[in-house]
């Protein structure tokens, strides 16, 4: 069974760039969440998905806007990017069911110069 | 708000030495609780869960059991080794209506030959 598959793993984009992320969860997963994780902020919530409609948001400013597609593949963007978005972007998918956890890909690296 | 606090570490152990990392958490209501690891240049992966009390998580060696008397979710090992040097995450679902994890800040573990 294919994990979550998240590309590209890294990225390097200049300060005022915009940038694509994709996550493609684990077939039959309906949810699909985003995770910013620093190492001065930890692990924050960004958006979660869930056939296709967005459920809830994090603290993050308008740049960040993500979508989900009918087969329940995921896009985050970031537009006008800054030094600070620098960080790793993970994408987790669920089957929706708080009890049972996400299953997270490995991960984007953004760096932003 | 539902939030999760852990020890933040570093903790540095020696080989077969015993683990304990202490979590504690704050919800309304029973919600379950989950342990993520994180290797280097890795992102999450689910170790262990919870999802009612006194229920005990398990595997690879690791336990935690939760404990509502003490909003406690400790995560321990009898013997650790080098392989499980690595960030370990204590985390629990928030939000109603949306599937949102929270997590701690993480506790960085390093296991020395």
């Known amino acids: 069974k294919a994990g979550v598959t998240q590309t590209p793993r890294y990225l390097i984009k200049t300060r005022g760039q915009q940038v694509t992320l994709s996550c493609s969860p684990i077939?039959?997963?309906?949810?699909v969440s985003w995770y910013q994780q620093t190492p001065g902020q930890g692990l924050q919530f960004l958006f979660e998905y869930f056939s296709e409609t967005q459920r809830n948001k994090g603290n993050f400013p308008g740049r960040f806007s993500g979508r989900q597609f009918s087969n329940s593949r995921s896009e985050m963007n970031v537009s006008t990017l800054e030094l600070g978005d620098s960080a790793l972007y993970l994408c987790?998918?669920?089957?929706?069911?708080?009890?049972?956890?996400?299953?997270f890909g490995s991960g984007t690296r953004l760096t932003v110069v | 708000g539902d939030s999760v606090t852990q020890m933040e570490g570093p903790v540095t152990l020696s080989e077969e030495a015993f683990l304990t990392i202490n979590c504690t958490y704050t919800a309304t209501g029973y919600p379950s609780l989950f342990w993520y690891v994180q290797y280097p240049g890795e992102g999450l992966q689910l170790l262990l869960k919870?999802?009612?009390?006194?229920d005990k998580g398990s595997n690879k060696g690791f336990e935690a059991t939760y404990r509502k008397e003490t909003t406690s979710f400790h995560l321990e090992k009898g013997s650790v080794q080098v392989s499980d040097s690595a960030v370990y995450f204590c985390?629990?679902?928030?939000?109603?209506?949306?599937?949102?994890?929270?997590f701690g800040k993480g506790t960085k573990l390093s296991v020395i030959p």
């Open positions: 987790a998918s669920s089957l929706g069911d708080r009890r049972h956890g996400y299953t």
């Open positions: 919870a999802t009612k009390a006194d």
């Open positions: 985390a629990l679902p928030i939000g109603a209506g949306s599937y949102q994890l929270t």
């Open positions: 077939s039959g997963h309906r949810s």
